[in-house]
């Protein structure tokens, strides 16, 4: 049985997330953290309690952090002392953040992804595959959109989405669009067009259980892991 730790339980993710690993009987919720801040600290969550205290995830085996940068730093710094295991679903993180979390994952097995829904990540692989594909002379633009309460934009799989493009063709991406409206989950599209044709591959998210799930996912990757820097692509063998 895995010890689950889930930071930013509050959350609309983490909520969720505590919600599914309860039906879940490889989890076993030893730790539920939420920021110090927060009206409902110190309260329980489907009976069990919240903590402020960093030091409530002692003897966790993983950690479950959709927080804000700087929070997943904290959170990094203690796991990479405890031995605690990690998966991170938090955007927003600047290169130097992600770094750190590489080279934390010299002594912890970290998942690191800026989408952990298993249909994204099939989108990223089907992007690299059209990217790879596709001449030279197809531009390349996208468009996301997200609820109003979302603060960094473009998106981090956005950005993701861009990298992979770049990184795998000599193409740039010209133009990424962000909506911000409404209560909207997650809508992602990717469009390659030439002078004779248009290629448009999109992902819709319904509701937040996919990213839920995917973290799940990853989390039970990690079981028997004690070091190591791993994508989403790693825990589906994409």
Known sequence: MIKLA?????????????FLAIKDTE?????????????????????????????SIKGCD?????????????NLKFCREHGINMVIGTTGLVPAQIERIKEAAKDIAIVFSSNMSVGVNVLFKSVELLARATPA???????????VHKKDAPSGTAKTLAKIVEDHSSKKVHDIEAIREGEIIGDHEVRFES?????????HAKTRDIFAKGALVAAKFLKGKTSGFFSMQDVLSL
Do not use: W
Request: net charge negative.
């Open 195 to 203: 002078a004779e044709d248009l290629i448009v591959i999109k992902h």
């Open 6 to 18: 889930v930071t930013g339980c509050l959350g609309r993710m983490g909520q969720r997330i505590v």
């Open 137 to 147: 002379d197809y531009s390349v633009t996208m468009t996301e959109a997200h609820h």
């Open 62 to 74: 993983v950690l479950i952090d959709f927080t804000s940068p700087d929070s997943t730093i904290q």
């Open 27 to 55: 989890f076993k919720i030893s730790a539920l953290l939420e920021r110090s801040d927060h009206p409902n600290v110190h309260e329980t969550l489907n009976g069990i309690n919240v903590s402020s205290d960093l030091y």
